[in-house]
């Protein structure tokens, strides 16, 4: 079975850096379009990033030129650098693999962006 697990939460400063993993297993990685999302308290999952099995690349407005999201075939593992983290990045990230019938989610990593 499909499993997605995802590292690299913590705690971050204002205007610092980190960088998230996702290793996946049990699945044809390389086919997958995979992404990050997040969900902070009282609010809805968002999509933050995504990357297609090609390549190709999207962001969410408010990360759009902060955040890159990259992707590592061999070792089954997508990334997501985080760069000028504010505290409204405050969230659970979550990775997602998606084929148009069939999506696997990990279970979430926690970012807090405090001083």
């Known amino acids: 079975q499909g499993r997605l697990v995802e590292s690299g939460g913590g705690l971050v400063q204002p205007g610092g850096s980190q960088r998230l993993s996702c290793a996946a297993s049990?699945?044809?990685?390389?086919?997958?379009?995979m992404g990050w999302y997040r969900q902070a308290p009282g609010k809805q999952r968002e999509l933050v990033a995504q990357i297609t099995s090609g390549g190709s690349t999207s962001y969410a407005d408010s990360v759009k030129g902060r955040f890159a999201i990259s992707r590592d075939n061999a070792k089954n593992t997508v990334y997501l650098q985080m760069n000028s983290l504010n505290p409204e990045d405050t969230a659970v990230y979550y990775c997602?693999?998606?084929?148009?019938?069939?999506?696997?989610w990990g279970q979430g990593t926690q970012v807090t962006v405090s001083s």
């Open positions: 997602n693999a998606k084929l148009p019938r069939l999506t696997y």
């Open positions: 049990g699945i044809t990685f390389s086919i997958y379009n």
